[in-house]
């Protein structure tokens, strides 16, 4: 995982374990980017307020110092607790002269429609109002879905499309991805989007140690 993600200035990570186990995996995480070549820290959500234990989980961030500095305290976005199952987390940062705020977030599976409270990521720019937001995360839902219009209208644009990152269970004759689910909105007026892509690290390793990593695939973006 290091060494897939150690060209990037910030990292968000969705699903961590809610236990322990989770948190000393993000710190194992920043242990190996450590030894890379570069300084990195990094920062963990509180647990989310599902009101089903099984579903509460956390975030984190990880940054390079050299690049990234954080502005304030990371949270989570409480104002949502109610609407969103494990609501998204939040950090403000800069780069030189550029503020941004990243939105984080895990929506719940497709057989409990995710278009349920993705519709209240709407809502985030009024709420958190002054914040130079980009949204991001595991979605279990396509860009293409309508209950994104209301942020596309907003002057968000998501830097894939149609891009599937999620892992089939079993990978044949090269065709390995399932769903369009993972990607990164950001405000068209504010960004330009230099590149974006995917990291396929399941053709670095065998299959059968794939989906013991994750079965999403890390999706990026650069923007100036």
């Known amino acids: 995982m290091a060494q897939s993600l150690k060209t990037f200035d910030i990292v968000a990570i969705q699903e961590v374990n809610s236990g322990s186990s989770g948190a000393q995996a993000v710190g194992k995480l920043a242990d190996a980017l450590n030894r890379t070549g570069n300084k990195w820290t990094y920062s963990i959500s509180e647990i989310t307020t599902s009101d089903n234990p099984q579903e509460r989980e956390?975030?984190?961030?990880?940054?390079?110092?050299?690049?990234?500095?954080?502005?304030?305290?990371?949270?989570?976005?409480?104002?949502?607790?109610?609407?969103?199952?494990?609501?998204?987390?939040?950090?403000?940062?800069?780069?030189?002269?550029?503020?941004?705020?990243?939105?984080?977030?895990?929506?719940?599976?497709?057989?409990?429609?995710?278009?349920?409270?993705?519709?209240?990521?709407?809502?985030?720019?009024?709420?958190?109002?002054?914040?130079?937001?980009?949204?991001?995360?595991?979605?279990?839902?396509?860009?293409?879905?309508?209950?994104?219009?209301?942020?596309?209208?907003?002057?968000?644009?998501p830097a894939f499309t149609g891009q599937?990152?999620?892992?089939?269970?079993?990978?044949?004759?090269?065709?390995?991805?399932?769903?369009?689910?993972?990607?990164?909105?950001?405000?068209?007026n504010k960004f330009k989007k230099l590149t974006s892509g995917i990291i396929s690290f399941y053709t670095a390793i065998q299959w059968d140690m794939v989906r013991k990593v994750s079965d999403h695939l890390p999706v990026f973006v650069e923007l100036e």
């Not at 304030?72 to 550029?98: D, H, Q």
């Not at 985030?124 to 595991?138: T, V």
């Not at 892992?167 to 909105?185: R, V």
């Open 58 to 157: 956390r975030y984190a961030f990880l940054w390079k110092t050299g690049e990234i500095k954080p502005k304030g305290k990371v949270y989570l976005a409480s104002k949502l607790r109610n609407e969103i199952c494990r609501e998204p987390f939040m950090g403000t940062f800069e780069k030189g002269n550029l503020v941004f705020t990243l939105v984080t977030i895990h929506a719940i599976p497709k057989k409990k429609q995710p278009e349920t409270e993705l519709k209240y990521l709407k809502s985030i720019p009024q709420l958190y109002s002054g914040n130079n937001l980009i949204f991001m995360g595991d979605f279990n839902c396509p860009e293409s879905h309508t209950v994104f219009n209301p942020l596309k209208k907003l002057g968000f644009v």
């Open 164 to 188: 599937k990152t999620t892992l089939k269970q079993n990978c044949k004759n090269g065709d390995c991805l399932a769903s369009a689910y993972d990607n990164i909105f950001y405000p068209e």
